[in-house]
C-alpha cells in the first residue's frame, strides 16, 4: 500500500491544544519504544520543548490526522540565517507504516521550508556501527526514497554508559592540575561564568572568529537556560578555573529531564586550545560525574554524542566506559527539487 489516506489533515501543533497534544505525546510513546535506543520520552519535556525553542531557532510543528485521530508528527527546525531547514522530527504511527503517512509528512516539510525561504531540507538518520546493534534500515531507504543524499558532514556516533556495568569513578576522581581549580554550579551559570561559557560553547575552545558577534556569544547561555528551565530540565556543570588570569579554561555539562530518573545526557565537554594537555577533559568529566550521582543517585544510563571525527573525546569516552550504540548520519536534498 503505497497511497496515503485521503482525509490526511495537517494542524499545527500548539501547547494549549490539549487534545491534540494529548494524542500527540501517545504517539510519541509508541514510536519510541518502537524505535532505536532512546530515554523514553518525558511528557513535561515534550510541552515545554513546543513553548521553548533551542537558542536563535524557530520550531514550527505539526501532527497528521487521519480520521480526527493523530497519525503523524513533524517538527522543523530553522537555525536563524541558515539556508536549509532541519527535520527534528518525522514520525509515523509504527502500525500504520508503508501507507503513504510519510512521504506525505515529508512533503509537507518541503513545503514549508519552502515557505520559511530554505533552499535545503536536512535529517538526521540513525544508522548501524560497525561494533554495534544493527540498526533499522527503513529510516535511510525511505530518506533516499524521498530524493535525499548523504551529506558530507561527519556522522554522529552515539555511545552510552550503563553505571550498573561500569564505574569510571572506581578509581576516584583525577587531582586538579597544579595552577588550576575546579568550580561548580546547577542548571543557571553564575554571572561570572555566562560569557565565557558562551565563548567556549560556540568557538569549541577557540577564540571568537568574529568580535561584532560578541553580544550574540554573551547571550547564548542564558537563551539555551530558558529553553532548558522552560522544559523541566536540570543541569549540572563543572568548570575548571585558569587561576592566574581568573580564566575559565572548560567546562562539561551533563542534564536530564524532570521524568526519567535514570537517564542522563552527557553533554558539551570543552577545554580551551590554550590550557589543553593537562587532561583537563577527563577531570572535568569525572568530577562532574560525581557530583550528578551525589545530587541525582537514581541516574544508572547516561548518553552522548559526539562528531566521529572527534577521536580524542570519544576514546576519552570510551576509557569511562561509554559503549558505541549507532552512527547519526547527516541527509540532506534540494527544497527546489520536490516533485
Not at 561500569?166 to 595552577?179: E, F, I, N, W
Not at 560525581?290 to 543517585?297: G, K, M, Q, T, Y
Amino acid at each position: 500500500m503505497n497511497d496515503a489516506p485521503r482525509d490526511l489533515e495537517f494542524v499545527p501543533l500548539e501547547a494549549d491544544d490539549d487534545e491534540t497534544v494529548g494524542q500527540w505525546l501517545d504517539l510519541m510513546a509508541v514510536a519510541t519504544a518502537a524505535g532505536p535506543r532512546s530515554a523514553p520520552p518525558c511528557n513535561v519535556d515534550l510541552v515545554g520543548s513546543l513553548r521553548f525553542a533551542p537558542p536563535a531557532t524557530v520550531l514550527d510543528d505539526w501532527v497528521v490526522r487521519d480520521a480526527g485521530r493523530v497519525v503523524g508528527s513533524l517538527r522543523l527546525a530553522l537555525p536563524d540565517g541558515a539556508a536549509s531547514a532541519r527535520v527534528d522530527q518525522l514520525l509515523v504511527h509504527p502500525g500504520l507504516r508503508r501507507g503513504g503517512i510519510g512521504r506525505a509528512l515529508h512533503d509537507h516539510a518541503l513545503s514549508l521550508a519552502h515557505k520559511h525561504g530554505r533552499s535545503s531540507l536536512t535529517a538526521t538518520v540513525v544508522e548501524s556501527l560497525p561494533a554495534g546493534p544493527p540498526q533499522d534500515p527503513a529510516p535511510a531507504a525511505f530518506a533516499a526514497a524521498m530524493g535525499a543524499r548523504r551529506a558530507g558532514t561527519p556522522a554522529g556516533v552515539h555511545q552510552w554508559l550503563d553505571l550498573d556495568r561500569h564505574d569510571p569513578l572506581a578509581g576516584g576522581v583525577p587531582a586538579t592540575p597544579a595552577g588550576y581549580s575546579l568550580v561548580t554550579w546547577g542548571t543557571v551559570t553564575p554571572d561570572e561564568y555566562a560569557v565565557p561559557v558562551s565563548r567556549l560553547e560556540l568557538s569549541l575552545g577557540d577564540a571568537p572568529a568574529d568580535p561584532a558577534q560578541e553580544d550574540v556569544r554573551a547571550s547564548y547561555a542564558r537563551q539555551f537556560e530558558t529553553m532548558r528551565v522552560g522544559r523541566g530540565r536540570r543541569a549540572h556543570h563543572t568548570g575548571v578555573v585558569h587561576r592566574a588570569t581568573g580564566t575559565l579554561a572548560g567546562y562539561t555539562s551533563v542534564s536530564k529531564t524532570t521524568g526519567n530518573p535514570s537517564y542522563a545526557l552527557q553533554g558539551m565537554t570543552v577545554v580551551h586550545r590554550d590550557h589543553r594537555g593537562h587532561r583537563l577533559g577527563l577531570l572535568l568529566k569525572l568530577a562532574n560525574l560525581a557530583s550528578v550521582l551525589r545530587n541525582e543517585p537514581g541516574v544508572r544510563l547516561i548518553e552522548t554524542a559526539n562528531a566521529e571525527d572527534n577521536h580524542p573525546v570519544i576514546a576519552l569516552n570510551e576509557a569511562m566506559g561509554f559503549e558505541p550504540y549507532d552512527r547519526w548520519v547527516f541527509w540532506t536534498r534540494d527544497v527546489g527539487s520536490s516533485d
